[in-house]
């Protein structure tokens, strides 16, 4: 059969622009690699082919462990939605899957273009391969290239004619129905890889031609790429017309014509996915023990291990009888890398019993507060350095390579040092090993993982030095974790993730069997590891509980959302001698993906997720941080939010405004304990209920005080100052915080910011210096309520000295996705001085005028 060249391809520069959002490109997949899919004994294994939807940017899926995995989609656009809308979503759809199509048959073109030469040798004097050689090394994919190339040019036409009756539908009918040469190419692929590796070796002109294949593409490549990552193409494509179908089901009304048709060929993809990965899922995550049995991996993961009070980043892999922890050995340039076993536990002697009461954590290496977050601040200066590189220098990496290895040098030391939630495993010989974890969700998936496990009917099992040998040195090949969680491993498409507030709304959950105390928690990742932000109140002794709670979670280049349900604990005699805190039962957890098509928008987005059998309804809607920090003033001047300081203290005949005093007053009465106070969320409908009072000078406010959550408190005193119209050190001195701050000189540093704070007006700074000795009184319980003097500055330091609108066009404010940008660092550093070098007393800073007049 004649090969087609590419050069029959029509060009789609009309949709490079929308391609970048739907992410089916092979090239973009993130694989193993030729020498990642090879067994213990040097030989091919065969890939996993993922047959789920959880690759596709807009898809609801299942974890590891069956939780659900759910996005939302665009509003309008679900089934049975604006039919408009969700078919131009639908092109959209087909556009990126199409431009992916293109590289994938120029993939194939490139695979194929030394087919003939070679099969034109085979009967010459000299041949470089035998027929029955080519024939093995090139099975089926002239056969998958045809199937390709007519499927793309059909697609193209209907994408160019596109309008709402264009059918696409009996296009991936055909092409699923096709499906069949994969599984041929499958059966063959083993052996097709093994012949091309041994030709290579025994034949040098081969070794050449094997190693240096171009692939045409819209921009034109200099490097060059190898056979045997391209006889991996046709088993990562096989994939992509499942994704793509789930997509395209989304956005196809369901009584569009289209609809059974994409059902259709579905149904068909999925029935031969199914079949394939029954043949040679075990093999890609199996070990044979000596006796003959499979060892299955389960689950892996880099944790950080505590060992003689250090911190040790581990890979740890969970296989179906025993744990092992492991770290990467250091190897020379150019070799491959290997693991070194630290321990292993068969899990027949596993357990997570509770300590005894002379038990205690050990001694562990801590950063301080302001250290964890000095670091974030160069995390993001560098990832700003990188970006202007990029732009400057227009290809030249050595800059940039330069700073990807500065920047994962940091990174790796905030995920080293920043996980503080306690996970201890212990073997029945009394020997523990102590992990610390980032977040309750990951201990939970590795508790829930092992507990599986150790159900069954185990047996211990001792292993040899070479049988360990053996095992650690397959745990590289079998690892489905390559990378630590670090930005600079991450490609530049890649989304950033989000910045700004993420409101949520947790609306209620069902499903549950029998009344609970339950409550949940929102967890969101930040520098690549999960923070808990929120915390719903329990709702007692029901199966249907109602929160309709709203939150405003800050996000720092954040991707997923978690959400947790425990049911609350009230026996006090279940202590978690871990962490000295009453064990709380989780009874479900589930994430969604913060994508940002989908949050971004003025309008409330509801989901729900599905948990062990429990649904969580919930709502949420994003502001980027530069809309959600934009001060602006009260149209009425009755109120205290959104109105000047000067305007509510001359009204109330006071110094201090009386919410920022009744606030206050209210933290030290019950909340200074408060693990978190000023960190943690307080719900939104509170807050919102406080403000409304102290708007309207309601009596009974201070009965509203003292029954309303102390989060709720502490959300109203740092909403009250950043709804000023103008912030609380104004805008006509903030140039010159900024140039104090910077001062190198340390006196010539204090008397600039000592003559700033005498520059700003009575109430402002009556209130400031009120608000600075509360601050200190919260950050001398610090070992209680874990909040220090960088972390309480980091809080209230955008708010009290960020400019208003008209203002901060004049400052140049960077933009939201740069949250650490050096003008958010240096607000931190003005209130971060002044907590740490306080005046004595507002006499000192102003002669003949008293520190508090006698109201406050």
């Known amino acids: 059969m004649e090969h087609l060249s590419t050069r029959e391809l029509p060009r789609l520069s009309w949709i490079n622009t929308l391609y970048s959002n739907f992410n089916y490109n092979t090239d973009g997949y993130e694989g193993d690699t030729a020498e990642d899919r090879k067994s213990q004994d040097g030989s091919e294994t065969m890939p996993f082919i993922d047959e789920s939807p959880t690759m596709s940017p807009h898809l609801c899926a299942r974890g590891q462990d069956g939780e ?81 190339k007519e499927f793309y040019d059909a697609l193209f036409l209907n994408i160019q004619h596109w309008d709402e009756k264009v059918t696409v539908g009996h296009l991936f009918q055909k092409l699923a129905s096709q499906l069949g040469v994969y599984k041929a190419f499958v059966d063959n692929y083993k052996v097709a890889v093994e012949t091309a590796e041994k030709c290579s070796q025994a034949n040098i002109q081969f070794q050449k031609i094997s190693e240096n294949l171009k692939v045409k593409g819209p921009k034109e490549s200099k490097d060059c790429t190898t056979m045997e990552a391209l006889l991996y193409k046709p088993i ?4 992509r ?128 507060e302001h250290e964890i977050e000095e670091m974030k601040i160069k995390i993001s200066t560098i990832k700003s350095e990188i970006q202007k590189e990029k732009k400057a220098q227009k290809g030249q990496s050595r800059n940039v390579d330069r700073l990807r290895k500065k920047m994962n040098e940091q990174e790796s030391c905030l995920l080293l040092h920043s996980p503080t939630i306690p996970f201890r495993i212990h073997n029945k010989h009394g020997k523990s090993y102590l992990f610390l974890l980032s977040s309750d969700y990951e201990r939970s998936e590795w508790r829930e993982s092992i507990q599986k496990l150790t159900k069954k009917d185990l047996q211990a099992c001792v292993l040899s030095s070479v049988e360990l040998q053996v095992l650690t040195g397959s745990c590289f090949k079998l690892r489905t974790v390559h990378n630590i969680p670090v930005t600079s491993t991450k490609d530049d498409e890649e989304s950033p993730g989000l910045y700004g507030f993420l409101h949520v709304i947790v609306h209620k959950a ?18 690549g590891y999960f923070v808990s932000k929120a915390k719903t109140r329990v709702f007692r002794d029901t199966t249907e509980p109602t929160w309709n709670e709203e939150f405003e979670i800050e996000l720092e280049g ?42 971004q928008s003025k309008n409330w987005h509801m989901d729900i997720i599905e948990m062990n059998g429990i649904k969580v309804e919930f709502s949420m809607k994003f502001t980027s941080r530069d809309l959600s920090l934009k001060r602006t003033p009260s149209k009425k001047q009755s109120g205290v939010f959104g109105v000047k300081i000067s305007v509510v203290t001359k009204r109330e005949r006071s110094k201090v405004p009386y919410i920022v005093r009744q606030c206050i007053e209210e933290v030290e009465k019950r909340g200074i304990d408060e693990v978190g106070i000023y960190r943690i969320s307080g719900v939104a409908t509170d807050i919102q209920a406080l403000k409304a009072a102290f708007d309207a000078n309601t009596k009974d406010i201070l009965m509203m005080l003292s029954d309303m959550d102390i989060n709720a408190i502490a959300g ?43 520059s700003l007006p009575d109430p402002n700074l009556i209130t400031f210096l009120s608000l600075l000795e509360h601050l200190k009184r919260v950050a001398e319980k610090e070992p209680v309520n874990k909040m220090s003097l960088h972390n309480l500055a980091t809080v209230f330091g955008p708010t009290l000295l960020r400019p208003s609108e008209s203002e901060s066009s004049k400052a140049h404010i960077t933009l939201a996705s740069d949250i650490w940008s050096h003008d958010v660092m240096a607000q931190v550093q003005v209130l971060l001085y002044y907590l740490q070098h306080p005046p004595i007393s507002f006499a000192e800073l102003k002669k003949n005028t008293l520190y508090f007049s006698t109201d406050v």
């Not at 309008?76 to 992916?100: I, N, Q, T, Y």
């Not at 250090?310 to 050995?329: E, G, I, N, S």
């Open 68 to 148: 659900a995995v759910s996005s939302t989609l665009p509003e309008g656009l679900l089934p049975g939605g604006d039919m408009e809308k969700g078919l131009e979503m639908k092109k959209l759809v087909l556009s990126g899957f199409l431009a992916s199509e293109e590289i994938y048959i120029n993939q194939l073109d490139a695979l194929l273009l030394p087919m003939k030469p070679l099969k034109a040798t085979a009967t010459t004097s000299k041949p470089v391969l035998t027929m029955e050689q080519i024939d093995t090394i090139f099975f089926m994919i002239q056969d998958i290239f045809e199937v390709h």
């Open 236 to 239: 990562d494509r096989v994939t």
């Open 241 to 368: 017309s499942t994704l793509v179908l789930h997509d395209l089901l989304k956005h196809t009304p369901k009584d569009h014509p289209d609809y059974p048709l994409l059902q259709d060929a579905l149904r068909i993809s999925q029935n031969f996915l199914s079949s394939i990965n029954e043949e040679i899922d075990p093999s890609r995550t199996a070990v044979t023990t000596p006796k003959g049995e499979a060892r299955q991996l389960v689950k892996d993961g880099f944790l950080v291990e505590v060992s003689e009070g250090t911190r040790k980043l581990r890979h740890v892999f969970l296989f179906t009888d025993l744990l092992l922890c492991a770290k990467m050995k250091k190897t020379a340039v150019g070799r491959h890398q290997q693991y070194e076993c630290k321990w292993y536990i068969p899990l027949a002697d596993l357990s997570f019993q509770t300590l005894d009461d002379t038990d205690s954590l050990p001694h562990v290496q801590t950063l301080s």
């Open 510 to 527: 069902m499903g549950l069997k029998e009344s609970a105390n339950m409550y949940c928690t929102l967890e969101v990742d930040s520098f």
């Open 558 to 599: 954040s991707q997923c959302l978690r959400i947790l349900c425990y049911e609350k604990c009230y026996d006090k005699s279940k202590i978690n001698k871990d962490d000295n805190e009453i064990v709380d039962k989780i009874m479900g957890k589930g994430q969604v993906q913060l994508d940002p098509q989908t949050v």
């Open 716 to 758: 109203t005193l740092k909403l009250y100052f950043r709804e000023l119209p103008e912030p609380l050190l104004t805008d006509r001195l903030y140039p010159a915080f900024m140039e104090g701050i910077a001062l190198s000189d340390p006196a010539a540093k204090e008397n600039c910011m000592m003559h700033l704070l005498r």
